[in-house]
């Protein structure tokens, strides 16, 4: 039997991951400061041995200001790496695949309330910040008005993706992600909903994201892997999208990026997304037609079925999932199973193989497996 598209090891820069399943970055919404807790630690220590070919960690901010809610991930100070590398060299202990960070900041959409609690802009009482952004247009009705990033701003900025990137390298990451996608700070800078400046960065709206990437790929080391989660519509009439997405993932793949992750929306409140099973797999397979790098889908794809129809029929490289993991860490392990996949299980859990459960539809001939 062929071996199916989504077990087959993929190269990736100068990583390898053993199959193309990634867990696709998720907010926990559980740091203290930016600095991980226990949450994290469980959280990611039972996601790592998911048999995921590469699991990215959520949204960590490059500032303290630029993180979306109180709560937020961060790798911004001395703190941060240390809390952040503890939890990676605990996973390190029961995983072997790529681990990646994502590296991102908020601006406009910065100093809000963690999801259950509102999900809105921070109030008076609620130690509120001050934003920044491309332009001085708040997000929506009632959202912070963002002060507009003057020279020293941007150049801060760079600077700190940098100075992140640095600490996601001593802390041994094999991947970092960009975060251009979902309203944040670089999508803000390539939409001219959100972008409405005057100078070079409002006339040319990649400027600044693409600066933002060649700082990272000078410090990032080659036998790594670099990408970006990049937007392909803001679902707006007069928004950015696909066409300029392809535009972008080429500037990516100049500048040496390894991959792209397509995503979109979450720019504007007001959007209106016809979220459907595989919904953004038509801007990947348009991305993908137009670079060389890898190309990795995501959004509404939850059924083993369909990940492979996707990687088979060519349309990406790669497919993240998230939901699917939260409601299912073991998605990697019977997916397997469906496709006849043997995989490595920690010694621990080895004896939750549906095979060798004695009687089991799957059950390999002499299975004996008795229970203790
Ligand atoms: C709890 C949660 C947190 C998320 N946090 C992030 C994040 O930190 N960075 C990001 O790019 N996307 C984030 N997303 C979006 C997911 O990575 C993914 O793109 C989206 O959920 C669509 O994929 P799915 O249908 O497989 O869930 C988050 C999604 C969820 C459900």
Known sequence: ???????????????????????????????????????????????????????????????????????????????????????????????????????????????????????????????????????????????????????????????????STERAKRIGFDLVELHSAHGYLLHQFLSPLSNQRQDAYGRERMKFPLEVASAVRAVWPKERALGARITASDWMPGGFGVDDAVVYARELERIGFDYICVSSGALVPQARIPVTPGYQLPFAEKVKKAVRIKVQAVGMIADPEQAEDILASGKADMVAMARAFLDNPRWVWHAAERFGVELPYPPQYQRSRHDLWPGSALARPGSTQAAA
């Open 1 to 163: 039997m062929k071996r199916p598209e989504l077990f087959t090891p993929i190269d990736l820069g100068g990583i390898t991951l053993p199959n193309r399943t990634v867990i696709s970055p998720m907010c926990q919404y559980s740091a203290d400061d930016g600095c991980f807790t226990d949450w994290h630690m469980v959280h990611l220590g039972h996601l790592a041995y998911s048999g995921a070919g590469l699991m990215i960690l959520e949204a960590t901010h490059v500032t303290r200001e630029g993180r979306i809610t109180p709560r937020c991930a961060g790798l911004y100070n001395e703190c941060n790496e240390a809390t952040i590398k503890k939890v990676i060299d605990y996973c390190r202990t029961v995983r072997k695949a790529p681990i990646g960070i994502q590296l991102a900041h908020a601006g406009r959409k910065a100093s809000s309330q963690v999801p259950w609690e509102g999900r809105e802009w921070l109030r008076p009482d609620q130690n509120p910040w001050q934003t920044v952004a491309p332009s001085p247009i708040a997000y929506g009705p009632g959202w912070h008005t963002p002060k507009e990033m003057g020279q020293k701003d941007i150049r801060d900025a760079i600077d700190a993706f940098v100075a």
